[in-house]
């Protein structure tokens, strides 16, 4: 079965890394020019495994670019895979291989379609998610379902454990699916338009800001949303950006929204709009230990100015 894999994230690389390890072969791989950088937080660069296992590495701005086409259709796949990458394909890539074009959305499709499904899924408080394999089309993450398995999201759980998550059961998804398709048994299940639920719209760093007048478990969950790999929540110390990566909530303390209650070692005590939020983990100034930020004579500052 020859395969042509897309991808341009830590998510894809490890699906990659897990076929190829297992003796699936790749024709090529496709990934991002590094100037997708500033574009994409959890960007993965494919130089080094893509030369280890001796294929073919091909960094694109636009998968759809007329070189990469003629590419595709030279090779003439059984299977292409689109796996963490954010670039809808066109009919001409769509129609070129036999067994069809793969994608993968990190959601229950079709309850929930669109943009930063990671995020949006904490922001929501989902009590579980689904990392769904389909058959790209030319529709939005609406094409017919290869796959789809749930898994569980606690209070606990951050856009880090998530993202763990979603990339473990992938690989198994993948390997698992891979025999599937070779032996021509992969199913193609319709997506049923009357379970969708609503459709995400796409995130940008500026999303992460804090406003101090929301609920501590509302900046809570922002931190827990927006923590590694993504940008971070963020606010602003002494006119300089504060990224806040880490935090837990207190519900029985009303205080003032963004002044700084307390000092410790290891955390801060912020006000909010409800409660107490307790900082434990942040970056400022290229600095990340909380002793070496503030003192005691903080105490009072607002936060957010």
Known sequence: MKII?????????ELLSAILSNGWDVSIVFSYEDSKEKYYSDIASFANLTKRYGIKHVQVD????????????????????????????TNEIIKIPKLGVIGSHPTELPKYR???????TIIKNLKESALTFFYIDEGIDDGDILDQRKFDISKKDDATSIYKKMT??????????????????GIRKKQNQNEFIENWPKRTMEDGKINWNDSA??????????????????TKFKNQKLIIWKSEFLNNTNSNPG???????DNILVGT????LKILKI??????????????SNIGTKLGS
């Open 62 to 89: 636009n998968i759809n670019d007329s070189e990469n086409i003629k590419i595709l259709q030279e090779i003439n796949p059984d299977l292409i895979l689109v796996m963490g990458w954010s670039q809808l394909l």
């Open 259 to 265: 002044i700084i209650k307390e000092i410790n070692n």
């Open 283 to 296: 970056s400022y100034q290229d600095e990340c230990e909380l002793d070496k930020i503030f003192s005691t």
């Open 168 to 185: 473990n059961l992938g690989k198994e998804m993948l390997l698992d699916n891979l025999l599937i398709l070779k032996d021509g048994k």
């Open 114 to 120: 669109g943009r930063a499904p990671l995020p949006w």
């Open 273 to 276: 709009g409800k409660g107490i």
């Open 5 to 13: 894999f897309i991808g341009g994230v830590k998510f894809s690389h």
């Open 217 to 234: 478990e509302e900046i809570h969950n922002l931190v827990r949303a927006t923590t590694h790999p993504y940008p971070g929540a963020f």
